[in-house]
């Protein structure tokens, strides 16, 4: 398999962690998301995505996109470990959990959102990180409420091992930290965020070990 990545992107980092808890072989395959204006806009990565994004993944000339359908196909042609439960109540709580990073919070704060609020909209950085940090507390609040107020968590966000929902939880809290967000008052996130950082298929994912880190 071949993960086309970018070391800061919190949805390849999210399939990343997804390749590494299934114990899959995969190769890293670099595409920079801001040299030269963007390598995912370039004819090569469109032919592969045309929506310009990463990541993408290529299991033997198959093409995949979107972070969330490439873990559940994962998760389907690879099921041990599995990253959704058995039950159908237990899958759409896990799956609410990971939409409401993945489909909620995350995309208010993409890379090119903020590009086009700072270059096209004139805010300054003071104002886009302002921008950034409103929507964190807004997201993440959500889902501490969720996870707080639930039995269902555990020592992860889904009982006691981690699913599709730790795999989206963790980059988003990482994101967060690199732009101080507060997150005081999300006892339970960063709980369950420290503990995934702990496992090894966590911490190879990260940022700092990617072949393109910067």
């Known amino acids: 398999m071949k993960l086309y990545t970018y070391f800061r992107s919190s949805a390849a980092y999210r399939v990343r962690i997804a390749l590494n808890l299934k114990g899959l072989a995969w190769e890293a395959v670099p595409v920079h998301l ?14 592969l995505n045309p929506a310009g994004l990463v990541p993408a993944l290529d299991d033997e000339g198959r093409v995949l996109t979107q972070s969330l359908a490439i873990i559940e196909y994962l998760d389907e042609t690879h099921p041990e470990p599995p990253l959704l439960p058995a ?10 959990i990971a939409q409401a990073i993945a489909c909620d ?14 270059h096209e909209l004139g805010v300054s950085d003071a104002q886009k990180d302002a921008w950034y940090r409103h929507w964190v507390g807004v997201g993440l609040g959500a889902v501490e409420a969720m996870l707080a107020a639930d039995p269902a968590t555990g020592a992860f966000c889904h009982g006691a091992s981690p699913s599709l929902a730790d795999c989206c939880l963790v980059p ?3 994101n967060a930290r690199r732009f101080d967000c507060d997150l005081s008052a999300m006892p339970t996130v960063v709980r369950i965020a420290e503990r995934c950082e702990a496992l090894e298929a ?3 994912a990260a940022p700092a070990q990617q072949p393109d880190a910067e």
């Open 34 to 47: 801001v040299r030269g204006g963007g390598e995912q806009y370039g004819a090569d990565y469109r032919a």
């Open 87 to 96: 039950n159908p109540a237990d899958r759409a709580r896990v799956r609410a």
């Open 105 to 118: 919070l995350h995309p208010l704060n993409n890379l090119r959102v903020l590009r086009y609020l700072k």
């Open 172 to 174: 988003q809290v990482f």
């Open 202 to 204: 966590f911490r190879l």
